[in-house]
Antibody, heavy 123, light 108 residues
């Protein structure tokens, strides 16, 4: 049973850098994509970015200038850094595993999620 | 386009059938995936692909698609199905994920 355990600072001041880590337990790290998603209070889900085991990352264009996602395959971990945070970055941040299945064509889905980390940005 | 559109709220009487829809250009190229989220919890995968339910998801959850619209159908809705439901897919470029705005399902 694959589990994702995430951690990081929960209270930041404006202009600081958000830093979160997600560890993968009980399963392979390769062959999947690893995403960060966030959810502001009372609002919907927003994809932040993803990385694969080889370190190739893609980001939401709306956040790309401030986001870095890195992978540490030796520890089966991946991390998120979001710079210059503001109150608008206050949200629950989730890590998730992206999988795919080939039935005619590839179908993509996020099948394992971390429990979420609440990050508050306040002066 | 990188947008998926969902109705903000949907209601259903206990035991009846409800359909939650998701529209977007990317759905012409990529299948929709559906997640259930209850207050204070992480999203839970409930349906993906052409006809796939993860282990433990009741068979009253099913999915379908046509053109740029995907649907999640709950046949015989139960009180425990009251939740927010999100669709997502790869965007039209295939390089990114995109989420719908979510549908709050109320079971009356």
């Amino acid at each position: 049973q694959v589990q994702l355990q995430q951690w990081g600072a929960g209270l930041l001041k404006p202009s600081e850098t958000l830093s979160l880590t997600c560890a993968v337990y009980g399963g392979s790290f390769s062959g999947y994509s690893w995403s960060w998603i966030r959810q502001p209070p009372g609002r919907g889900l927003e994809w932040i970015g993803e990385i694969n085991h080889s370190g190739s990352a893609d980001y939401n264009p709306s956040l790309k200038s401030r986001v870095t996602i890195l992978v540490d395959t030796s520890k089966n971990q991946f991390s998120l850094k979001l710079s210059s945070v503001t109150a608008a970055d206050t949200a629950v941040y989730y890590c998730a595993r992206g999988s795919s299945v080939l039935v005619g064509y590839f179908h993509y889905y996020m099948d394992v999620w971390g429990k979420g980390t609440t990050v508050t940005v306040s002066s | 386009s990188s947008e998926l559109t969902q109705d903000p709220t949907v209601s259903v009487a206990l035991g009846q059938t409800v359909r939650i829809t998701c529209q977007g250009d990317s759905l012409r190229s990529y299948s929709a995936t559906w997640y259930q989220q209850k207050p204070g919890q992480a999203p839970l995968l409930v349906f993906y692909g052409k006809n796939n339910r993860p282990s433990g998801i009741p068979d009253r959850f099913s999915g379908s698609s046509s053109g740029n619209t995907a649907s999640l159908t709950i046949t015989g809705a139960q009180a425990e199905d009251e939740a927010d439901y999100y669709c997502n897919s790869r965007d039209s470029s295939g390089n990114h994920w995109v989420f719908g705005g979510g549908t709050k399902l109320t079971v009356l």
